[in-house]
């Protein structure tokens, strides 16, 4: 547990992209050295020249294409992009090879910009150049990354990367089904004994990489849990079985860009360009900002909103962030809550709370999965830690306005470090049970204090008999959420659904 709330810390220090920058640079120096030593067949001179190539290219092509479009560029974006294409593409160093990888780089940054749905891309850029190279035909994948002496980091890489954006159940189904299906498909055409098959469609054959680097990508899969396991299920398929339209052999790539248009079918996701209207304190570390849009906001109460908010001198939490939703859907008003630590915060909230009434910012999309039951019958547990409330503030406000909440049996746990940091007291219709230091001033109609505890077994059991009976969700920080997961099972509860956040 210990060596867990340590893991979870060190990831909330680091924003997804960043994360995924950093890998992709591991992997790339490992190239290199696996490159001098001979165990893979391309020079380090082509590696360097093609890696200073879609580098360039695609920071310039995305540079220009966001000046056309008149928008911010994503140049960590545009960086990621190119590492990509490094490990997807045939590394080159003839002038003409180079020109092709420069126009892959181009194809997957205009793709950002031109093939998109309410300011939303569509396909995963790196796939999407790669395909159209292909196709022209160019050149076709080489999938460098696809040598087994890759295989332990690109497995560490991945799963760091599926567990940090909540897509690690979706990762591994994609590669137990692709790889599963591909070495069937190996056995079956008779050339290949079972340990063989194994090992060369799990170490020969992109699928890890992928799913950690590809089919992870958040702007390109659909936030429900149901519409994920399609996708996963679609491009493993194709990744399984690649088959040959003409003289164009569709490999990986294309299965991920297959399943980036199902993806596109189901979920139908748009970015959101929102205006401050109202920024409030709620305590002395949180505050709630308030944008309206221009047309109603659709989402489910309990999903999550991911801002881009470009500022200088960015720190390794980068330009996006995501942050739950208290507003109730189907207004044009949108609010978030969110937690600014006095002492240590990122830049990213710094420039949030900069920002004046009007000031303007892009919502990339809106994801998550820890929605209440549709069965309104189903009794509900929720254990909130600090400014882990958030979620349930969406939830508890649309049910009081859709049925009243006094309809629907809802037990709230609140803990916090101290009653001064309880930022919502608006909760209609739920029973809540306060934990902190001491007992909070005028607590509204319904609400108790259980005293300076922490939620173990023990006060579960006390003040939820029945918890082993109510769908549960916990939402906090990811000590929090480790801790109380394990204190509710240890209760017995087992429906849980947690929603941790990742550092300030």
Known sequence: MKIRRRFDSLLGQVSMYRLVTLA?????????????????????????????????????????????????????????TALLL????????????LLVLAFAAFAANASKYLITYRGKHVLNPAAFGIALVTVVPLTSAAWLI???????????????????????????????????LHTVQMVSTGFFGIGDALWWSIGSYPLVFAAGFMVSEPLTLPSN???????????????????????VLLGPEFAILFGNVVAFVLRRQRGLNLRLVRQTQLTPTSYEFEFEARNAVDFVPGQYVELTLPHRRADLRGLRRMF???????????????????????????????????????????????????????????????????????????????AGAHERDIVLLYSVSDPSEIAYTELPGVRVYVLSPTAPEDMPEGWSYIGDRRIDAEVIASVVPDSAQRHTMVSGSTGFVDTVSVSLRGAGVRHITTDPFFGS
């Not at 360039?56 to 960590?76: F, G, K, T």
């Not at 519409?227 to 690649?242: K, L, N, W």
């Not at 189907?330 to 909230?349: C, E, M, N």
């Open 24 to 80: 992709l640079i591991v992997l790339i120096i490992q190239a290199f050295v696996l490159s001098a030593i001979g165990i893979i067949f391309y020079s380090p001179t082509a590696l360097a020249t093609s890696l200073a190539t879609l580098l360039i290219a695609s920071y310039v092509s995305n540079w220009a294409c966001a000046a056309v479009m008149r928008v911010h560029p994503h140049s960590e974006s545009a960086i990621i």
């Open 86 to 97: 490094f490990f997807v593409a045939f590394p080159a160093s003839a002038p003409i090879d």
């Open 146 to 180: 696809a040598t087994p002496a890759f295989l332990p980091l690109v497995a560490l890489a991945s799963f760091v990367i599926l567990y940090r954006t909540r897509a690690l159940g979706t990762g591994l189904l994609f590669v137990a089904f692709a790889f599963a």
């Open 225 to 247: 849990r149901w519409h994920r396991v399609v996708v996963a299920v679609v491009m493993a398929v194709f990744a399984a079985f690649p088959f040959a339209v003409g003289s």
């Open 324 to 402: 739950s939703i208290t507003s109730v859907p189907g207004s044009q008003r949108l609010s978030i809550g969110v937690k600014v630590p006095a002492d240590h915060h990122s830049t990213f909230k710094s420039a949030l709370l900069e920002l004046e009434e009007g000031d303007r910012v892009q919502a990339t999309g809106i994801s998550g999965g820890m929605a209440l039951p549709d069965n309104s019958t189903i009794p509900v547990l929720l254990v909130a830690g600090g400014i882990g409330i958030t979620p349930f503030v969406s939830q508890i406000r649309t049910a009081a306005q859709l």
